[in-house]
């Protein structure tokens, strides 16, 4: 499995971003999607999660009403759009994959993207 994490940049606050996380190497549909976040010196934190039949849970202490997470099983793609962007919103963005689980941890995901820099500024 190989994951492309997109779509990252400069924003200000208040401001919308939408990532993409491209998908190749197995098949799409089977696979729950997360997105984690690191920002520096902090712990990689989860942010969402869709499962293969399209539940969606969301880290909802920092992203509650903001963040919607999506998938399109044609594109083999799946999509994380941030909305009402804050500087703590600022990180390293990444993708992973799991065929069991859309869990929250980390290590429930077996297959990582390069991640995706997101920098709010104030």
């Known amino acids: 499995v190989q994951l492309q994490a997109s779509g990252g940049g400069l924003v200000r606050t208040g401001d919308s971003l939408s990532l993409s996380c491209g998908f190749s190497?197995?098949?799409?549909?089977?696979?729950?999607i997360g997105w984690f976040r690191q920002a520096p010196g902090k712990e990689r934190e989860f942010v969402a999660s869709?499962?293969?039949?399209?539940?969606?849970?969301y880290n909802t202490n920092s992203v509650k009403d903001r963040f919607t997470i999506s998938r399109d099983n044609a594109k083999n793609s799946a999509y994380l759009q941030m909305n009402s962007l804050k500087p703590d919103d600022t990180a390293l963005y990444y993708c992973?994959?799991?065929?069991?689980?859309?869990?929250?941890?980390?290590?429930?995901?077996?297959?990582w993207g390069q991640g995706t820099l997101v920098t709010v500024s104030s």
């Open positions: 869709i499962s293969s039949n399209w539940n969606a849970r």
């Open positions: 992973a994959a799991d065929v069991y689980y859309s869990g929250i941890f980390p290590g429930q995901y077996d297959h």
């Open positions: 190497g197995r098949t799409f549909s089977d696979y729950a």
